[in-house]
């Protein structure tokens, strides 16, 4: 099989591996999906934006403060990009990281990005070694919500109009897991093994 590239984190299933060229094409096509972006603030996305996007990950390295870096979720089995999960790092507190993932439709209820984001909290608060995590969703966004109560994140707040979305502010929740929450959670976990 060919090399998965340079890899960030490993699952039973998926590599969270750098963005190669030749993900622009399922790239593209998982963004553009009218039900993948339902909830996103994306529009009018073109094939040049995705190869925009892709080279400029290329490029990139995670934890820059001030940035967003893209982890590609691609299947072990044959390096695929099914999906992507990202990185925050805020240039004025850069301990605070922000999360985000994405999966394409024909990947979805398989427990892809539950796996992929439990391996990217590991990465967060062990390699990186961050004080807390934050994310997102969309108040109507229903698997959203799920995959980030699942990981044990905690709703702290839900934010009124706190997005532009086609065209309309939409309410937002913001969730969060602080890296001694996770420390318990992975004891939990160790000691139910
Ligand atoms: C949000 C999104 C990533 C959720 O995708 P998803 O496939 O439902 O999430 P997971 O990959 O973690 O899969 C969980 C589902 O797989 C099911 N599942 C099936 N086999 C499983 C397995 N072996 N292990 C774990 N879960 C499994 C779970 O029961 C769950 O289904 P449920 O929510 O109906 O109970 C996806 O809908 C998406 O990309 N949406 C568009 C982008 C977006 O809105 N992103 C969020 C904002 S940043």
């Known amino acids: 099989m060919e090399k998965p590239g340079k890899v960030y984190a490993e699952t039973d299933r998926l ?7 030749q993900d622009v094409d399922p790239f593209y096509k998982y963004r553009t999906t ?4 339902a909830f996103q603030s994306w529009e ?3 094939y040049a934006d995705a190869e925009s996007f892709v080279r400029k990950q290329i490029a990139h390295t ?26 925050h ?23 892809y990005v539950h796996e992929a984001v439990t391996a990217l909290l590991h990465y967060i608060f062990h390699t990186l070694g961050k ?10 966004n229903e698997k959203s919500i799920r995959v980030l109560e699942r990981l044990g994140m905690r709703r702290e707040g ?5 997005y532009m979305s086609k ?11 602080l890296q001694s929450e996770w420390m318990v959670q992975e004891h939990a976990c160790r000691q139910a093994e």
């Open 167 to 177: 065209g309309q502010w939409v309410d937002e929740y913001q969730y969060s897991l």
């Open 89 to 111: 790092t805020p240039s004025n507190e850069p301990r605070i990281v922000e999360i985000g993932y994405t999966l394409a439709l024909e990947h979805q209820g398989n427990g």
């Open 15 to 21: 590599f969270l591996r750098q963005f190669r060229l």
């Open 62 to 87: 995670p934890n820059q403060p001030g940035t967003w870096f893209q982890f590609a979720i691609a299947l072990k089995s044959s390096n695929e990009l099914i999906g992507d999960c990202a990185l």
């Open 158 to 162: 839900h934010l009124l109009q706190n």
């Open 44 to 46: 009018g996305y073109t």
């Open 131 to 140: 004080h807390k995590v934050i994310a997102f969703s969309d108040v109507r």
């Open 34 to 37: 009218p039900a993948v972006a």
